[in-house]
């Protein structure tokens, strides 16, 4: 069984719907990050969580909004899609209290296609 | 703006040579600096990383060399084989932020 999941992984979604990507872990970490990953750029940070009430913006939150509902889920919204955000988008968890406390785990991704 | 930078954007060498990936960085509090590969379909995953109080760390086949007072550390795949095609992503945290700040990527190809 997968340790991140992703749901869903693929969409297609229309220029100002909204969209909600999920993300679900059982690695038992307080730490979740979204990603989005585009051609040339790497990825980015959205968002990310290091417990249940605490939420903080990365370096590409316009146009999106987060919610940790329990330690274990973590939701990206896209309150109106745009063209501009086509793109995959990846969630991740680190450990608190791993040995480094910096290692990122990886979810498969969702690739988005905002037409 | 681009905090880690990471040349080349694509790679392309023979089975058996040596795979060279370089990245530069600005922000000296950066503390750990990992490595990740991705395969296509996947998320990225923990290659290699290191601390800047070596200069040097070896996996099997794989390297990562670190120059702290250039500001430069490169991933270094020896004996590079076709499954190590995949795209290759070097980071930067800075200490306590628990955030990484990733290079654009290296899609390697190895030939057959």
């Known amino acids: 069984d997968a340790d991140v999941t992703q749901t869903p992984r693929n969409r297609i979604t229309k220029t100002g719907k909204r969209i909600m990507l999920e993300c679900s872990q059982t690695?038992?970490?307080?730490?979740m990050y979204w990603y989005r990953q585009d051609p040339g750029l790497g990825l980015r940070l959205i968002y990310y969580?290091?417990?249940?009430?605490?939420?903080n913006k990365g370096e590409i939150s316009d146009g999106y909004s987060v919610s940790r509902q329990a330690q274990a889920k973590f939701s990206l919204s896209l309150e109106s899609a745009i063209p501009n955000q086509t793109a995959l988008y990846f969630c991740?968890?680190?450990?608190?209290?791993?040995?480094?406390?910096?290692?990122?785990?990886f979810g498969p991704g969702t690739r988005l296609t905002v037409l | 703006q681009q905090q880690v930078k990471q040349s080349p954007q694509s790679l392309i060498v023979q089975k058996g040579g040596i795979s060279i990936i370089n990245c530069a960085y600005e922000?000296?509090?950066?503390?750990?600096f990992p490595w990740y590969q991705q395969f296509p379909g996947k998320g990225p995953a923990l290659l290699i990383a290191?601390?800047?109080?070596?200069s040097e760390k070896k996996e099997g086949r794989f390297t990562i060399s670190f120059n702290k007072s250039a500001k430069q550390f490169s991933l270094h795949i020896m004996d590079s084989q076709p499954g190590d095609s995949a795209t290759y992503f070097c980071?930067?945290?800075?200490?306590?932020?628990?955030?990484?700040?990733f290079g654009t990527g290296t899609r390697l190809k190895v030939l057959a």
């Open positions: 980071a930067a945290s800075e200490k306590g932020t628990y955030k990484y700040i």
């Open positions: 690695k038992g970490h307080d730490r």
């Open positions: 991740a968890t680190s450990d608190l209290a791993g040995p480094t406390g910096v290692e990122q785990f």
């Open positions: 969580s290091f417990d249940v009430k605490d939420i």
């Open positions: 290191i601390r800047p109080d070596v």
């Open positions: 922000n000296t509090a950066f503390d750990y």
